[in-house]
């Protein structure tokens, strides 16, 4: 399959699902490239522009939402196409807001393989988009602590649930609730952090 303008960018922090996207383009032809957070895949669309990115919103260092208000503000990158990915954003606000930012598509994980196909061969054959405006900081950023708020609410009631079954649990049961408690947690310190960050940010406007 040729990609005219360039590779597809994926950006996503969690290894098995960096890898298992990364093969399933492949494997269908299409050249990939790869970053863990928003930061990383700045620097790497610098060296060489994709022809669409993919990217996960909740990730470390700078996240998806960051990235690609980035983007969009940048003359040189604001027409790339974006679909975002999230099994965390998922509200009918989360998804209005990454729509705002001029993301393409929004597809929640798990991803359904035949449907996030299609929509990459959409997007690649459809022609430039209409995007909307960038939004301007001071909308950005209230918008993404609205965002942040709400989805660390969302996490402190799931943490609080798993530790109330955890000491109920068989122990068989155990480790896999475990785990599942410790990535809400790991979730939970990440959007405290960036929720942090924006607090500071909005200060000074």
Request: glycine letters at 2%; zero cysteines; aromatic letters at 6%.
């Given at each position: 399959m040729n990609i005219p303008y360039g590779p597809l960018l994926v950006v996503e922090d969690v290894p098995n699902i960096l890898e298992l996207l990364t093969v399933t383009l492949r494997f269908k032809g299409?050249?990939?490239?790869?970053?863990?957070?928003?930061?990383?895949?700045l620097e790497m669309i610098t060296k060489e522009r994709?022809?669409?990115?993919?990217?996960?919103?909740?990730?470390?260092?700078m996240d998806g939402y960051a990235f690609v208000q980035t983007l969009r503000t940048d003359i040189k990158t604001h027409d790339i196409p974006v679909i975002f990915l999230s099994a965390t954003y998922v509200t009918p606000e989360d998804k209005t807001f990454a729509l705002s930012l001029?993301?393409?598509?929004?597809?929640?994980?798990?991803?359904?393989?035949?449907?996030?196909?299609?929509?990459?061969?959409?997007l690649l054959t459809q022609g430039p988009?209409?995007?909307?405006?960038?939004?301007?900081d001071e909308e950005f950023y209230t918008g993404y602590r609205e965002r942040l708020k709400n989805k660390l609410s969302h996490?402190?009631?799931?943490?609080?649930?798993?530790?109330?079954?955890?000491k109920k649990l068989p122990k068989?049961?155990?480790?896999?609730?475990?785990?599942l408690l410790m990535q809400a947690m790991n979730d939970k310190e990440q959007i405290r952090a960036e929720l942090d960050e924006i607090q500071k940010i909005l200060k000074l406007q």
């Open positions: 299409y050249p990939v490239i790869t970053a863990k957070n928003g930061k990383e895949a994709p022809a669409l990115i993919i990217t996960d919103i909740l990730m470390p260092i001029g993301a393409s598509r929004f597809i929640e994980k798990p991803i359904d393989t035949e449907d996030f196909l299609l929509t990459i061969a959409e988009a209409t995007l909307p405006q960038p939004l301007e996490k402190n009631v799931q943490i609080t649930r798993t530790e109330r079954l955890h068989n049961q155990v480790p896999a609730f475990r785990q």
